[in-house]
């Protein structure tokens, strides 16, 4: 079916779902049925959710926080049990994220982030052994497209603290830490069938990319951002503005051409935290795809670091990740060969804060917009530093499996 046709049928059922939803106010009553947002949960429902395995446990009240809307619903969920709950140590501070809105569900669902999200923290959140949220209850309904994740809150369990571009500078030894967090998610799933271990539901990322070509016009989306962006752009990047999405496109074949493995694709400063114990964890799990490391550490290193730092030590970081490749046992790219892929994945995150910056008019509102410019800027100063649109069109770096 033309993709566009597609769209056209999603966006008239999930209208039809939502407008069905506000009326009949479902209240689900078993664990097959997802809830279409927290304002629809029961004390019932949260027991099977919550209290599995936990004889006499029962969900006895539970609160909800106020709301926040982005390109999901997220709010915080608190937990009263009865006495054997309590005693077993069930969690009593949740965190929800839902598609509740008409503009939140479609967004979430043309692009396929509700999908991704449920099955990420369904089925691979719970062997993965790094620093993320754990899962208490994750689904997703491909009819109503509806999404519910349940996760818990981190900031009340384990002392997180959150922060965004604009509120967080990491030192050397933070950056340290993200590295090493995301080479860890790398070795875990280096060269693996991954669409055999979990399904059709994971793309490769130039895949996720061509969908959203067609879903949210991305090339349009990436044109709007450079022109209400320019005063924070540089001027060499922003007079070849216009070769930017194909050269985007290119990069993501160079990107699926090497070794491939699990990339987390939202690796800005958002959706870091920092534990009680100093450890650097990394939360919201929507843009999953499969494909080549770079894409994770360009995005991570241009977003989370000031130009300075990042111009100051990039290089050394770019190398400490092939150090922990090779830990693993895995043949790494050389140093050249890693820094060139490095420059060659940043339209990655030029793509994800231009296309924030540049969103139609029927498209949520993301993200404040200082952090969006900021964010805009420190990743369009990189691409110009970094020479990103030449290195495109350099050799392609195929290190070996």
């Not at 597609?6 to 506000?22: D, P, Q």
């Not at 994770?296 to 150090?323: N, Q, T």
């Amino acid at each position: 079916m033309d993709p566009r046709v597609e769209l056209a049928a999603l966006t008239g059922r999930i209208a039809y779902h939502v407008v069905k939803e506000r009326i009949t106010k479902p209240r689900p009553t078993n664990l097959r049925a997802v809830p279409p947002s927290p304002d629809h949960l029961t004390d019932e429902w949260l027991t099977l959710a919550l209290c599995d395995g936990v004889r006499g446990a029962r969900v006895l009240r539970h609160d909800l926080g106020g709301r926040d809307d982005g390109t999901s619903s997220r709010r915080r969920l608190t937990i009263t049990y009865n006495e054997a709950g309590t005693a077993a140590g069930l969690p009593t501070q949740l965190f929800t994220k839902s598609g509740p809105t008409f503009k939140t569900r479609l967004v979430s669902a043309a692009a396929g982030l509700s999908r991704i999200e449920a099955n990420f923290y369904a089925q691979v959140r719970p062997g993965l052994d790094i620093e993320a949220p754990p899962t208490r209850y994750s689904a997703y309904d491909p009819v109503s497209n509806r999404q519910l994740l349940i996760v818990d809150d981190l900031a009340a369990t384990e002392g997180a603290v959150f922060g965004t571009v604009l509120t967080r500078t990491l030192t050397r030894e933070q950056a340290e830490d993200v590295v090493d967090t995301l080479a860890s998610l790398h070795v875990a799933f280096w060269e693996k069938p991954l669409r055999k271990m979990y399904g059709s539901w994971l793309w490769n990322s130039y895949d996720f990319m061509a969908t959203l070509n067609v879903t949210i016009g991305a090339a349009a989306r990436i044109l709007s951002g450079f022109e209400r962006g320019r005063d924070v752009i540089p001027a060499r990047l922003y007079d070849r503005r216009h070769e930017v999405p194909d050269a985007m496109m290119r990069s993501l074949e160079i990107n699926i051409s090497g070794p491939q493995t699990m990339l987390h694709s939202d690796v800005h400063p958002g959706n870091w935290y920092v534990t009680r114990d100093g450890r650097m964890g990394l939360c919201d799990w929507q843009c999953v795809v499969q494909g080549g490391w770079a894409r994770d550490i360009a995005y991570a290193l241009a977003s989370g670091l000031p130009p300075a730092d990042r111009r100051a030590w990039e290089r050394d970081l770019v190398d400490r990740h092939g150090k922990r490749l090779a830990e693993a046992g895995i043949a790494a790219p050389s140093p050249e060969d890693a820094f060139l892929a490095y420059r060659q994945q940043m339209p990655h995150a030029m793509f994800m804060w231009l296309g924030t910056l540049g969103r139609h008019w029927a498209q949520p509102d993301y993200q404040p917009h200082d952090i969006v410019m900021e964010s805009v800027r420190r990743i369009c100063v990189a691409a110009d530093d970094l020479e990103t649109l030449d290195a495109i069109n350099e050799r392609p770096v195929l290190a070996q499996a």
